[in-house]
DNA sequence: TGACATCGCGTGGCTTAGCCACTTTAGCAT
DNA sequence: ATGCTAAAGTGGCTAAGCCACGCGATGTCA
């Protein structure tokens, strides 16, 4: 019997091999390939090869004209993960200096978390992650307290100086990850006496609370967090776009699309 | 299908009322329409049928799961940062009833407000605004207090019925207009006394702070709005990346995350 | 020559008809 | 009771074809 790996729908994976195609072979304002061309190209029905398009419109990537083609749209919605993944990038983007507080560094099995973490990480009791709190700061001043779970076994490698650094490079570079995607939850909390020390902030003063899993291609989660930022110093800005369908938008220039940035 | 004036796509249609029956005849974790019950109730193919659902997958409303069914996904109210859809409609398909108290409605002209709304909004002094004060109530409690000007030359048949009810309706639908993006920035804040009121919260809680300008096709504004929501009921939750479907998605309640002890 | 009407063609939108793989369920056989 | 099988229902997918739309080449007429 081959266990036969769980075969994903062949639309599905179409997505995938067309996404590739989004700013590689086309970039913004272009054609992409008509529906037939994608029927000959990857020996699928047309029906399957229009649902894989509808997706990626479903996503903002591409938009459909009607009577003309399918287009690359304006990246605007565009998967910003390295801003909002990589605080070192965003503070340096913002002329400022980024720096590092390693506060706990340190491996542990997942049974030792919370259920609810470890569900999220899709891990089972055995399996170990790595464990960080870190202090950002800018410009010396304490901006972001992050209480983060990485699971070791995509990064065994992980370094102190690493996790001193930016986890991002860590994981892009020398551990050839690829970051496909991240589910954010954003709340407004109230500092306790602890979390307001480390952030140098004052007891009760708001802050933005950021529960994430950051996941990796075939949506495997990556790393779970949990990260406070000051109210006073940090803003979250964020651009939308229409998703759903097929807005028109034909006049292609847009303004370019701003990256969130701490403030 | 009904003549009509068939301006949008079968399948757009066939979204939005399938997309008003998530959270009236079904809420979370039930079975939503076959494909075959669709086709029978709408009279459209099982392509089209599959297409509109395959939409709201991939918008995270619902999920697809093979030789089963498809399942309504949402199983709180949200603020997805990637769609723009109304409050009302979100309210609805979180299983929600939700309500307006209209606390301000009235016109102004734009020298009243203060400066840097009036340079957002792109408009001269003597160009005229709708102000509005609302409330926003889910099931009778209050979550939302925004504060809203309009810009009153895109829409100058604006009622105080409308104002009660959906703006986002009223732009679309009466209005014809088209709602192209929003500019959005992201805080916590602390409520004053008088925001606390309206909001049935104690002085002092925390809130998310959205300043917000919402922009037609062109890059025209159409609105500057500031929002409150109150941080314990409700949160905003952003996807990075595609969206796939076969996520099971269990659990995910909306308790408050608990920090763990030490550090 | 230039403005305008026409028509062909390729596009996505949509339908019909049908088979497949998967999952649950109910009933049958052991 | 237990375990197996078959049926029924689901989404996944293919095939073939017609339609409305937008564009551009072509042709017409002033």
Not at 146 to 152: D, K, L, N, S
């Given at each position: 019997m081959d266990p036969e790996i769980v075969r994903d729908p062949v639309y599905q994976q179409l997505n995938q091999r067309l996404r590739l195609l989004v700013g590689r072979e086309y970039t913004f304002g272009q054609q992409f390939l008509t529906e037939r061309e994608i029927v000959q190209r990857f020996s699928v029905s047309r029906a399957t090869a229009n649902k894989a398009l509808a997706s990626l419109v479903s996503e903002g990537l591409l938009e459909f004209r009607k009577g003309i083609g399918t287009f690359v749209r304006q990246p605007a919605i565009s998967y910003d993960l390295r801003s909002l993944v990589s605080f070192t990038e965003k503070a340096r983007a913002a002329g400022k200096t980024p720096s590092t507080l390693l506060l706990t560094f340190g491996k542990l099995k997942a049974r030792e978390v919370e259920p609810r973490i470890a569900e999220r990480l899709q891990v089972t009791e055995s399996d170990l992650l790595w464990e960080l709190d870190r202090v950002r700061a800018v410009d010396g001043i304490p901006v972001i307290l992050?209480?983060?779970?990485?699971?070791?076994s995509h990064c065994p490698k992980l370094t102190r100086s690493q996790a001193e650094g930016s986890l991002y490079q860590a994981w892009t570079q020398t551990h050839q990850l690829s970051i496909a995607g991240a589910d954010e939850t954003v709340r407004a909390v109230l500092l306790t006496p602890e979390e307001a020390e480390h952030l140098n902030a004052s007891v009760g003063s708001p802050a933005l609370e950021v529960i994430a899993v950051g996941l990796l291609e075939t949506e495997i989660p990556l790393w779970w967090e949990r990260t406070l930022y000051r109210?006073?110093?940090?803003?979250?800005?964020?651009?939308?776009g229409p998703v759903q369908s097929a807005k028109p938008l034909r006049g292609q220039f847009v303004t370019p699309f701003q990256p969130p940035s701490g403030k």
């Open positions: 992050e209480h983060r779970f990485v699971v070791a109210a006073d110093l940090y803003e979250f800005h964020s651009r939308l």
